[in-house]
């Protein structure tokens, strides 16, 4: 889905990552509306936008990539003393 943004930083990285954004300045009318207007106006370009974001989102956001820091998460905690654990997990007694 193309999407309209504020001009900040962080809309700014995101928009270099994935081609999915248009960006304005939040404070100016026009440059809002003439951004939607283009979209509105260009079909072709709004679905490039859906497929560059969606792509983008499934490369960020894949299970496997998930997998492998839930993985580290529990080695970290497995290498920890018990202890350590207990502070993490205090278990009921």
Avoid at 43 to 61: H, L, Q
Avoid at 66 to 83: G, V
Wanted: aromatic share 6%; proline share 5%.
């Amino acid at each position: 889905m193309p999407i309209v943004a504020s001009s900040i930083e962080s809309h700014r990285r995101l928009a270099e990552e994935t081609d999915a954004l248009e960006l304005v300045d939040p404070y100016d009318p026009r440059d809002i509306a003439l951004a939607i207007n283009r979209l509105l106006s260009s079909p072709e370009r709004m679905e490039e936008m859906g497929i560059s974001a969606r792509r983008w989102a499934e490369r960020k956001y894949n299970a496997s990539e998930e997998m492998d820091k839930l993985r580290l998460a529990y080695e970290i905690l497995y290498r920890k003393t018990d202890s350590q654990r207990q502070m993490v997990f205090p278990l009921e007694r």
